[in-house]
């Protein structure tokens, strides 16, 4: 081997150790229409990696297969080297694949602190009431309600906390369950404009040191959070690389980003 094929093989083994979640040609079809197109994706361990495109473009359709509520028709995904193409939800969130929903998801009955308690003891997710207490839960509860900074007492029912609020404390429910891969879906959507500002610090912190896939219409904010940017267009990758590519390139600018 000459070293330069040396180097080369070097770095594909540092660049396949670093990557948390490696797809290829990822396709789904619903009959005879094609909503995800052979998505190849590669997102390495720390990286906020997000997925634009308009609307119908196929980032939910994606998000859905990723987190394995949605069967793919072909293709595969690897999470930490494994393939997880036939693993089911329950065991991808159980492996730390951990998704915070458009909808929020949140219980609106029970308090801001017994939401996140809830959630630091789901066993995969599955959020278990009757499970026996356990003072760790109480305790990063706790710690991730002060990240939050929620304009709400802990013993506040949810349903009363503003939308943006609660959707810090959706996002927050999906942080305290300690989530290697961080499946964010609109997290913005709906939120009053004068939320914004606030949600934005809290994601930015929130997400440092974590591994983030995320879908977002709000391109300010995908611009400003992201390391890696892919861009779908009628379920195909139509540009991917960093804010400033992306913002250069002229076919994202037709199919989607016209003004910017
Ligand atoms: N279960 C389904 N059956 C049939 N078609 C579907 C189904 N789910 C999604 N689609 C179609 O697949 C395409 C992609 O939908 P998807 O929700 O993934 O897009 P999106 O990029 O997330 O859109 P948006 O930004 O509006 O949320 C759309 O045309 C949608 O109508």
Do not use: C, W
Request: no cysteine.
């Amino acid at each position: 081997m000459t070293t330069t094929q040396q180097t080369e093989t070097n770095a594909a083994r540092v660049e396949s150790e670093n990557t948390l979640l490696r797809i290829e040609g990822l396709t789904k079809t619903f009959g005879s229409f094609t909503a995800v197109d052979g998505v190849d994706l590669s997102v390495p361990d720390g990286e906020l990696h997000s997925i634009i495109g308009p609307n119908g473009a196929g980032k939910t359709t994606l998000f859905n297969m990723i987190a394995g509520s949605l069967r793919p028709t072909a293709g595969t995904i690897h999470f930490r080297g494994t393939d997880i193409t036939a693993v089911d939800q329950d065991e991808r969130a159980r492996r730390g694949v951990s998704r915070a929903f458009q909808i929020t998801q949140l219980f609106p009955g029970v308090t801001v602190h017994e939401n996140l308690r809830l959630a630091a003891q789901a066993d995969n997710q599955r959020f278990n009431p009757l499970a026996t207490r356990n003072p760790d839960h109480d305790e990063r509860a706790r710690g991730m309600l002060d990240d939050l900074d929620v304009d709400a007492r802990p013993d506040e029912v949810a349903a009363n906390l503003s939308h943006g609020d609660k959707k810090k404390l959706e996002i927050g429910m999906a942080l305290v369950s300690e989530p290697t891969l961080l499946l964010l879906d609109e997290p913005t959507s709906g939120v009053a404009e004068a939320e914004l500002p606030a949600l934005l610090e809290f994601l930015t912190d929130a997400v440092t040191d974590l591994t983030v896939l995320l879908i977002e219409h709000d391109v300010d904010l995908v611009l400003e959070l992201s390391d890696r940017i892919t861009v779908l267009d009628r379920g195909e990758v139509i540009a991917r690389g960093d804010p400033e590519d992306i913002v250069a390139n002229e076919r994202v600018q037709n199919a989607y980003m016209g003004g910017y």
